[in-house]
């Protein structure tokens, strides 16, 4: 054998060694990844204590819609299989849940005030793509006062960071390492 070809199978077999380990940990054919908790835990331990912060005085069931809103939009399937598990513990329909994703062509499964945090969440989620439009901003100003405002766009913001560290760092649906 030549050397580029035991160079070759020694990766293949560090490659597939690789695999066994993340498949026994259920996730296919993904390298493994830092674990972010342990390598930066006083960042870890901020953003934590930003979401708390951000959360509170929301009502818990908007808090879930925004962040399966925005989990959905970003494509986080950690994020979205976590909160929707945390919104069914929390008493929201089934219903409603499959109706986050199409919450514009079905209004009436949300209150005015879920429908302008969901606009926000959009805007704010996908904020390349435009901006967040005055109209999505005021829609919002009217729902809520200015701290509870505030909160919103924070939550909003750390569930789109949540969402960035569990797709970069390969966290694995169904999972929930919290």
């Known amino acids: ?18 695999n066994e380990v993340n498949e026994a940990n259920g996730a296919v054919g993904r390298s493994p990844r830092v674990n972010f908790a342990k390598a930066a835990p006083k960042a870890f ?20 819609l925004v962040q399966i809103r925005s989990s959905q939009l970003n494509k986080c399937a950690y994020c979205l ?3 929707t598990t945390d919104a ?6 089934e219903e ?4 986050v994703a199409v919450w514009q062509e079905a209004p009436h499964f949300f209150t005015p005030k879920e429908q302008a945090a969901l606009a926000l969440t959009e805007a704010v989620t996908l904020v390349a793509q435009g901006g ?7 829609r919002a100003a009217s729902h809520f006062d200015e701290p509870e405002l505030a909160r919103l766009l924070a939550l909003i ?22």
């Open 88 to 93: 069914r513990k929390a008493g929201e329909s």
């Open 132 to 138: 967040v439009p005055d109209a999505v901003y005021q």
């Open 1 to 18: 054998m030549t050397n580029e070809a035991q160079l070759s199978k020694a990766q293949t077999d560090e490659a597939d060694q690789a």
């Open 45 to 64: 331990k901020a953003l934590i204590g930003f979401d708390a912060a951000a959360r509170e005085g929301l009502d818990p069931a908007l808090v879930e």
């Open 81 to 83: 299989h976590m909160h």
């Open 96 to 99: 409603r849940l499959h109706m």
């Open 157 to 178: 913001f750390t569930i789109n960071t949540w969402n960035r560290l569990a797709l970069s760092t390969g966290k694995v649906a169904g999972t929930d390492e919290r």
